[in-house]
C-alpha cells in the first residue's frame, strides 16, 4: 500500500495559479502511475490527470492546455499545476496511485491508493 498526502490547496482568484503536491510513502513510488482527481459538492469524482512512472501524461478536456502533471521520483512526490483557473475548477483534489494498470486510466477504479484531499476554490 501507498500512503498519499496532498498539499497546496487553498482559495485563489479566478485567472490565477496553484500548484498542489503528493507525497508518497510505503511502497516503492517509481514503478506506479499516478493520477489526479476531483469532486465538487454534489457530483462524481472525475478525473484530471495522470502521469506514468515514464513521464508519460493524460489529461481531462476541461483541463488540458491550463494544467500540467509531473512528478519526482527521487522525491517521492506528484504535482499538479494549475494555471488559468476557473470556478468551476472548485472542488476537492484527490491523488491516487495505479499499482496494476489495466486500461482505464481516467476511471476511480483504476487506482488503488489514495490520498485525503485538498480543497481548491477559486473565485469569480
Known amino acids: 500500500q501507498v500512503q498519499l498526502v496532498e498539499s497546496g490547496g487553498g482559495l485563489v482568484q479566478a485567472g490565477g495559479s496553484l500548484r498542489l503536491s503528493c507525497a508518497a510513502s510505503?511502497?516503492?513510488?517509481?514503478?506506479?502511475?499516478m493520477g489526479w482527481f476531483r469532486q465538487a459538492p454534489g457530483k462524481e469524482r472525475e478525473f484530471v490527470a495522470r502521469?506514468?512512472?515514464?513521464?508519460?501524461?493524460y489529461y481531462a478536456d476541461s483541463v488540458k492546455g491550463r494544467f500540467t502533471i509531473s512528478r519526482d521520483n527521487a522525491k517521492n512526490t506528484v504535482y499538479l499545476q494549475m494555471n488559468s483557473l476557473k470556478p468551476e475548477d472548485t472542488a476537492v483534489y484527490y491523488c491516487?496511485?495505479?499499482?496494476?494498470?489495466?486500461?482505464?486510466?481516467?476511471?476511480?477504479?483504476?487506482?488503488?491508493?489514495w490520498g485525503q484531499g485538498t480543497q481548491v476554490t477559486v473565485s469569480s
Open positions: 502521469i506514468s512512472w515514464g513521464g508519460r501524461t
Open positions: 491516487a496511485a495505479d499499482r496494476n494498470y489495466s486500461g482505464n486510466y481516467y476511471s476511480t477504479y483504476e487506482y488503488d491508493d
Open positions: 510505503g511502497r516503492t513510488f517509481s514503478g506506479y502511475a
